[in-house]
């Protein structure tokens, strides 16, 4: 089958760049405007979760939605959803509001990236999705690496209203270029006309192994990515490092990950999936029993670009995952729930990471976050298949 990754540009490459860009541009925003209109840091968490929550809470019924509208529909919807969120969060001065608008963001923004999964999963031939979605999810990390540079420096100098309105103006131009492309055109395997839309029930019992087994790993592999997060802070400060040497150690290793996302699609398309995600979780979970030997800048430093470089081997890996394991019709429902695996490990993530390390000790946050990373490592090596191939074996 002929396929050219430039088919997407305009409709997954570009759009996916600037929603990445504008949510990155909210990760400083958000807390700076709560604190403006009289939040406490209590309020301050719940504002920057809420997005997430907003995501992963509706994830399985925009999955539904997506086979019942199309994903054309649902991606216009998302895009609409989110100019309005987006400006009513920089209007709003009231931190109720402000929280049910940024969980309406998340909502939106959940519509936008599931349906781009599911377009992507229909118009990406399996040879050529491991170059796509490691792609897709370097461009993601790009993306999310500056915007927060840009939401800082626009905030402080025009206003903390300024990045919200700049959301709204992007996703009424993202909407414009979707509204005049073309819907998927795919080729399936199922020549039976039975496209009926499957429910929540049906999805899961047709499913349920590869939920069982597929979507464990999903939660554990995103569930270490996020204590990344957690765990690095945490040792930096115990070790005696100021926030400027965090931040540093953070932003190289964030360099170092959104850097291997081209290679990382060669790989998974011509050896198979597993010659990358197999690496990476091996690397995550041995990055954190190294992080128990770190005890001075340089060493932090050390362990910091080993999970940037494992994470970065995963660019991709859990979507394309995803993708292949789905049906060939309809998969709107069934990446619903397997992206819920995702959102519920990222979740999960932060808060078990620190509530370990608060009662019993960093140390043993990291060794137990490592040996949950063991039980992921032998998921993805012995229980997975290798998907490039064929899905029938799980």
């Not at 995103?222 to 540093?248: D, M, N, T, Y």
């Not at 010659?275 to 362990?303: D, K, Q, R």
């Not at 043993?364 to 064929?390: C, R, Y």
């Amino acid at each position: 089958m002929d396929f050219r990754l430039r088919k997407i540009i305009l409709t997954v490459y570009l759009p996916a760049f600037l929603t990445s860009f504008c949510m990155g541009m909210l990760a400083p925003t958000i807390p700076a405007k709560v604190d403006l209109i009289g939040g406490t840091a209590f309020i301050i968490g719940l504002a920057v979760g809420a997005q997430g929550l907003g995501e992963a809470f509706f994830s399985i019924q925009t999955g539904f939605l997506i086979n019942r509208f199309g994903n054309k529909k649902i991606m216009l919807m998302g895009m609409i959803g989110l100019a309005i969120s987006g400006s009513i969060s920089g209007l709003v001065q009231n931190n109720l509001t402000l929280y049910f608008a940024l969980f309406s963001l998340g909502i939106f923004y959940g519509f936008f990236s599931l349906s781009r999964h599911s377009f992507m999963t229909q118009i990406v031939p399996s040879e050529y999705r491991g170059k796509a979605f490691s792609r897709f999810g370097g461009i993601n990390r790009i993306g999310w690496f500056f915007g927060p540079v840009a939401g800082g420096y626009t905030a402080g100098s025009l206003g903390v209203d300024i990045p919200f309105y700049f959301i709204s103006i992007v996703s009424i131009f993202t909407a414009l270029i979707i509204f005049f492309s073309r819907e998927p055109k795919y080729e399936s395997s199922d020549n039976s006309g039975n496209n009926k839309s499957r429910t929540f029930k049906e999805t899961v019992a047709e499913n349920k192994k590869i939920f069982a087994i597929g979507g464990s790993g999903h939660f554990i592999m995103q569930f270490l990515r996020q204590c990344r997060h957690v765990l690095i802070p945490i040792w930096a400060f115990s070790i005696g490092l100021g926030v400027e040497e965090l931040g540093l150690i953070q932003s190289i290793s964030a360099a170092i990950d959104m850097t291997l996302f081209y290679p990382v699609g060669l790989i998974m398309d011509k050896y198979g999936r597993k010659w990358t995600s197999v690496p990476s979780i091996i690397l995550l979970s041995s990055g954190f029993i190294f992080l128990t030997y770190a005890n001075s800048f340089t060493g932090l430093m050390i362990v910091g670009l080993l999970l940037g470089f494992a994470n970065g081997l995963g660019s991709g890996a859990m979507l394309t995952l995803g993708s292949d394991l789905s049906p060939k019709n309809q998969p709107g429902s069934f990446l619903g729930i397997w992206r819920l695996f995702g959102w519920s490990g990222n979740s999960a993530g932060g808060p078990i990471s620190g509530a370990i390390a608060q009662t019993v000790g960093n140390t043993a946050s990291a060794l137990s976050v490592s040996m949950i990373g063991g039980i992921g490592v032998i998921i993805f090596s012995f229980f997975l298949p290798e998907t490039l191939k064929n899905r029938s074996s799980l």
